[in-house]
């Protein structure tokens, strides 16, 4: 079984995230789905709270873990300490950090940072495996979103031929 090594570039990329730098802005994104952006965080906040979204991402996660586990047969032990070598990491850490101070200065709900910090954390964890054929790509796609300092806040149809919806 391949050792899967958290790379330092990987880190740094989300450590250097530039946190909602672009939202309001036009957005040229190319993506596996399709991307509407919406009007202000009022809006996004509402995309935030709808049931479609969560869904998404707990599938998304879902679906990472089992092809971790069981398509390429990493034992829990082995994918939690993907999780914690993520997690753990000092740039994770301080994009963290960022994240919830660029929530705080823009009065944002907490929940969505929270929201931000899953979607992070689990695109560090999906990108230690995307070496792997079939791994799949909804974190590393909202991962994408977020580097180029828009906000991915919802979701509609089914992954990835839905609309993702950004601000």
């Not at 899967?4 to 990329?13: F, K, Y």
């Not at 952006?37 to 479609?52: L, P």
């Not at 850490?93 to 979607?119: C, H, P, Q």
Request: glycine content about 6%; overall charge negative.
């Amino acid at each position: 079984m391949k050792e899967i090594i958290v790379s330092q570039e990987l880190l740094n990329e989300l450590e250097n995230i530039q946190w909602f730098t672009n939202c309001g802005k036009q957005a040229e994104i190319d993506l596996l789905c399709s991307v509407q952006q919406v009007d202000g965080w009022e809006k996004a906040e509402e995309f935030d709270e709808k049931d479609e979204w969560e869904e998404v991402i707990s599938k998304s996660r879902d679906n990472l873990a089992d092809f971790i586990m069981r398509k390429l047969g990493y034992s829990v032990r082995n994918f939690n300490s993907i999780v914690a070598a993520v997690r753990e990491s000092q740039q994770y850490k301080t994009a963290i950090a960022k994240l919830y101070d660029s929530v705080e200065e823009r009065n944002i709900k907490e929940e969505f940072g929270d929201t931000l910090s899953w979607l992070l954390l689990n695109a560090g964890i999906e990108r230690a495996f995307a070496g792997f054929k079939g791994c799949p790509k909804f974190f590393s796609e909202m991962l994408e979103v977020l580097k180029l300092g828009h906000c991915p806040c919802g979701w509609t149809g089914r992954w990835p031929k839905g609309t993702l919806y950004i601000y």
